[in-house]
């Protein structure tokens, strides 16, 4: 199953004839922001106490700080951070609730797994756009799975925490397609000149 994955990571990599870079790379990031909220669509269905929850605390996704006014490409290295951290956070989702619950079937399963794949495609996409000879970025979840979830323990806790997870990915998966639209028009911008 691994090695499927990392074929369908390397199948995605192939750069494909057509619009540009940054033009599949904002195109990726809105059907990954699709996905995400179509996940958490699928969780609020499974967990209806959630439904018109919103949960406690702040970001999980932290981000080291930025100069005063980062260009458009540093914002982009920035992100590719947050997106390395929402890797880690669903790896560690995937694994909890596979350990909590075993490996289910069905819609949300399936679109967890194919939300992972599309980070991780992400994740090579804006590598590629930003990533120079004095600045390399990482591709791997930067994420330990040590933690608690969210300090309350049992199957409550998991679900407050899944579900804190999953509004992350939302955000960062819009933050992303937001970030990379406006890296996009600015190099399309340049490109006219």
């Not at 018109?52 to 992100?79: C, F, K, M, N, Y």
């Not at 995937?94 to 794949?117: A, H, S």
Request: proline share 4%; aromatic share 4%; hydrophobic share 35%.
């Amino acid at each position: 199953m691994a090695e499927q994955e990392e074929q369908q990571i390397t199948a995605l990599d192939t750069p494909v004839p057509g619009p540009s870079e940054t033009g599949r790379a904002v195109a990726l990031a809105r059907l990954l922001h699709h996905e995400c909220s179509r996940l958490l669509q699928l969780f609020k269905e499974k967990e209806t106490s959630f439904s018109d929850h919103t949960p406690d605390g702040g970001r999980i996704v932290s981000l080291s700080p930025a100069p005063e006014e980062p260009s458009t490409e540093q914002q982009v290295q920035l992100l590719h951070s947050a997106l390395r951290q929402c890797l880690g956070l669903i790896h560690c989702l995937i694994l909890k609730e596979d350990e909590e619950w075993g490996e289910l079937e069905g819609d949300y399963e399936t679109l967890r797994k194919n939300v992972k794949l599309r980070l991780e495609h992400l994740l090579l996409s804006t590598k590629g756009l930003v990533e120079t000879e004095n600045m390399t970025l990482e591709v791997t979840p930067d994420h330990q799975c040590n933690e608690e979830t969210d300090g309350a323990g049992g199957v409550f806790g998991l679900k407050m925490w899944t579900y804190r997870v999953l509004l992350e990915l939302v955000h960062w998966a819009d933050h992303a397609a937001q970030t990379l639209h406006v890296l996009h028009t600015e190099r399309e911008a340049t490109q006219e000149m």
